[in-house]
């Protein structure tokens, strides 16, 4: 089973930035983190980073890696995100959202990009499409869905 916790979740006002944890976001459905500059209609409503990715790149001598620094809504533990297959629904907290891309391309420019040397969205974040709304605290669980 596919399964693993929350570790944070982090919000911003503009694209581009790091984000700032919270505790609890408000996730609304066809829309992302209410409040969150990513959030709206499109298929790239919530990002999610897999603490064991900011690890890989801890390992690799970055200093100063929190959550949030790669601009994700959630940072999970235990469960390898990227290995998702695209489709698959979560049950997120108190949310349903459905893995909708795998990786994306960093945009010239990108704060991440510059702070940190390179970008591990690209290869190992995830986005999703908020299905149902509910709310995401620290500490809840991410599970596939079996349908």
């Known amino acids: 089973m596919i399964k693993g916790k929350i570790i944070a979740i982090n919000i911003s006002e503009k694209k581009g930035v790091p984000k700032t944890s919270i505790q609890e976001g408000m996730f609304l459905e066809n829309h992302g983190l209410e409040g969150d500059a990513h959030a709206g209609k499109w298929h790239r409503q919530v990002s999610l980073l897999a603490n064991e990715s900011v ?38 907290g108190d949310t349903i959202q459905e893995v909708s891309q795998i990786g994306k391309e960093c945009h010239d420019g990108c704060a991440i990009k510059k702070q940190v040397g390179q970008c591990i969205m690209p290869t190992q974040g995830i986005f999703t499409r908020v299905l149902k709304s509910g709310k995401v605290k620290v500490g809840d669980v991410i599970e596939a869905i079996e349908e």
């Open 55 to 92: 690890d890989t790149m801890r390992d690799l001598g970055v200093k100063g890696l929190c959550s949030g620094k790669f601009a994700e809504n959630i940072t999970t533990e235990g469960i390898l995100l990227w290995k998702i297959p695209v489709g698959t629904k979560l049950k997120i």
